[in-house]
């Protein structure tokens, strides 16, 4: 889940094509919560910088619905500060990754962190 199109686009493409993945999509947070409640994906991939309702309050969501509480999260952002990275794994989601993503690795490293879980 990313608010730019162009980055879902791109993450969609990596993860199907590449990772041989069944990928959904969403806009929004709140699209989100209610696209992984009806579907029960395997793994979340939500961006922390999104308007009206960031990664983190998101997450809270997901977490608050006993439908969508379990599934792994993993955070995408941009900002690649140690002290920012260690803040949201706290959050207790099972990876950060940072953008811009190697297409070609991309698909690997979020198999791995949900394998993690």
């Known amino acids: 889940m990313d608010d730019e199109t162009d980055v879902r686009r791109v993450a969609r493409l990596c993860l199907s094509r590449v990772g041989r993945m069944d990928v959904l999509d969403a806009a929004t947070g709140m699209e989100a919560v209610s696209v992984a409640a009806e579907q029960k994906p395997d793994a ?7 308007p009206s309702m960031d990664g983190p309050a998101t997450l809270a969501a997901l977490r608050d619905n006993p439908a969508t509480a379990t ?10 500060m140690t002290h920012e990275l260690a ?6 989601v099972a990876g950060v990754l940072t953008k811009p993503f190697d297409p070609m690795a991309f698909a690997g490293e979020v198999r791995a ?5």
Not at 71 to 80: G, H
Not at 113 to 117: A, K, N, W
């Open 71 to 80: 599934i792994p999260v993993i955070f995408m952002t941009a900002k690649s």
């Open 44 to 50: 979340i991939l939500l961006d922390v910088m999104m």
């Open 113 to 117: 962190l949900v394998e993690g879980c």
């Open 87 to 92: 803040r949201l794994q706290a959050l207790g």
